[in-house]
């Protein structure tokens, strides 16, 4: 027997709404619709509600919202003892020194630089410029790690509320872009944040103690923490963590 005809990809134009995230396809997972606005207030009704662009050059633009998600709560963050390590001998040595939102769109492009087996980015140019409104407008955020002069490592994400919303990070020295997660839990459970949102399962993120929960139990927790009063990103300063 002939099975069910698979439903049209939503496409969403200007003005539209994105759909729910309930109605996202199972395979692949979490493809919930396509379109072309890419603008930052797209990209803020999105994350309210859970979910993500992710697409490559000669896409529309998809929009995804997995079922499970994977998040780290800060409390479960996993700091190996070969990272404490490294950032002890790095507090010693004065190796290192963070920055909060140093130079955001230099860590955006350093995230969108090939890596070993992969070919190509989804950190396009239009992506580029729309994170960067993202933060020129204070929602996006990012933490430099450097090694003198050189950047060493970094991470940049999305902040609504009391949730981040991580997106992409880079090392250009060992463990560098680990000490910059690091720092970052910390700043934010000192900032009453709980949870990371990690998107999609990698083993690697899964090593530093992400876990994957249903997407209801997590968008239940996203329109929770968006609508607490978020805190002063300009007021806020990051350093080499103590290990």
């Given amino acids: 027997m002939a ?10 134009g200007p003005g539209d709404p994105l759909p729910d995230p309930s109605r996202a396809r199972s395979e692949p997972n979490g493809l919930l619709a396509a ?8 990209l803020l009704e999105a994350y309210r509600h859970g979910i993500f662009p992710w697409y490559t050059d000669g896409q529309p633009v998809l929009w995804w919202s997995p079922d499970p998600r994977m ?14 390590q490294v950032i002890r001998r790095a507090r010693r040595d004065r190796r290192w020194r963070l920055t909060l939102d140093g130079c955001f769109e230099r860590v955006m ?9 992969q070919q190509g980015t ?6 580029v410029a729309a994170y960067a409104e993202l933060h020129r407008s204070g929602a996006a955020h990012s933490v430099e790690v450097w090694e003198g002069e050189r950047l060493a490592g970094g991470l940049y994400g999305v902040s609504i509320g009391r949730m981040f919303f991580g997106e ?8 560098a872009s680990k000490v910059a997660l690091f720092a970052l ?23 530093l103690g992400a876990r994957e929960i249903p997407r209801a139990s997590f968008l239940q927790q996203v329109a929770e923490l968006v609508r607490q009063p978020g805190p002063d990103w300009r007021a806020l300063s ?6």
């Avoid at 998040?71 to 404490?84: G, H, Q, T």
């Avoid at 990051?238 to 290990?243: G, R, S, T, W, Y």
């Fill in 3 to 12: 099975g069910s005809p698979r439903r049209a990809l939503a496409w969403v």
């Fill in 168 to 175: 992409s990070m880079f090392t250009r020295v060992p463990d």
């Fill in 35 to 42: 379109g072309a606005d890419l603008s930052a207030a797209r």
């Fill in 185 to 207: 839990v910390r700043l934010l459970r000192e900032a009453g944040f709980r949870v990371i949102d990690c998107q999609q399962n990698t083993r690697h993120l899964a090593s």
């Fill in 238 to 243: 990051i350093e080499l963590p103590d290990a």
């Fill in 109 to 117: 492009r350093e995230c969108a630089m090939p890596r070993e087996g």
């Fill in 122 to 127: 989804w950190i396009t140019p239009q992506i």
């Fill in 71 to 84: 998040v780290l709560y800060l409390d479960e963050f996993k700091a190996s003892r070969s990272l404490l």
